[in-house]
């Protein structure tokens, strides 16, 4: 079944330390892949996406993220956080021939900065 | 550039009572728009999407229903909510397939 997959409900980090969120997906063929960042009561942020072409993209806000074909991976990550940064990350894959249109979230990791 | 309104921002209704949300698009023509629903705790649920003018597909079997009456309006529309109907909405645009672009969302607590 076609499934994303965060494996990291909650991570806790201290700030100025590095950041990874992981995220696996499960389609045949290599979907758009997203990054969205969600502030308490807020929307969703788009950080990042690939869709092609460099397997390491750039974001906004310090973040980036490496597509890796062989392990169906997008991991997300930061060199160092900061306060700002804590908030809940969704992974997101699209571009899906069957399901064209609608994006695939994961049920999304919890990060937790501490001083 | 392109923005997304939603209103109302919170919304506190008794059970059995209707319910109507509503999201503009602004900067776009002929979007994708998307309705999701966030329980407490857990992650999106894709409730409906339009890809045009009263075309409306729905998700997910439920007591909610949405409509597109403009190329940039969408609404979100209940006749009697249930308890269960609690939680936090977003709308979304995008551009026939790619990224989405994400309202502030709606806080509604149904009583």
């Known amino acids: 079944a076609q499934s994303v997959t965060q494996p990291d409900i909650h991570i806790t980090v201290s700030e100025g330390a590095s950041l990874e969120l992981r995220c696996n997906y499960s389609y045949g063929a290599t979907p758009y892949l997203f990054w969205y960042v969600q502030s308490p009561g807020q929307g969703l942020q788009l950080l990042l996406k690939?869709?092609?072409?460099?397997?390491l993209v750039q974001g906004i806000k310090g973040f980036e993220a490496e597509f890796k074909r062989s392990q169906s991976s997008f991991n997300l990550r930061k060199p160092s956080v900061h306060w700002s940064d804590a908030a809940e990350y969704f992974c997101?894959?699209?571009?899906?021939?069957?399901?064209?249109?609608?994006?695939?979230f994961g049920a999304g990791t919890q990060v937790v900065v501490t001083p | 550039s392109q923005t997304i309104h939603q209103w109302p921002a919170t919304l506190v209704q008794p059970v059995g009572s209707p319910l109507s949300l509503e999201c503009t698009v602004e900067?776009?023509?002929?979007?994708?728009l998307y309705w999701y629903r966030q329980a407490a705790g857990r992650g999106l649920q894709l409730l409906f999407y339009?890809?045009?003018?009263?075309?409306i597909s729905s998700e997910v079997p439920q007591n909610l229903s949405a409509s597109r009456p403009q190329d940039r309006q969408f609404i979100l529309s209940s006749k009697k909510l249930l308890l269960s109907d609690s939680g936090f909405y977003l709308c979304?645009?995008?551009?026939?397939?790619?990224?989405?672009?994400f309202g502030p969302g709606t806080r509604l607590t149904v009583t």
């Open positions: 690939y869709f092609s072409g460099d397997t």
């Open positions: 900067g776009t023509s002929n979007p994708n």
């Open positions: 979304a645009w995008s551009n026939r397939g790619y990224e989405q672009y």
């Open positions: 339009s890809v045009g003018i009263g075309q």
């Open positions: 997101a894959v699209g571009g899906l021939t069957d399901s064209w249109g609608k994006l695939q």
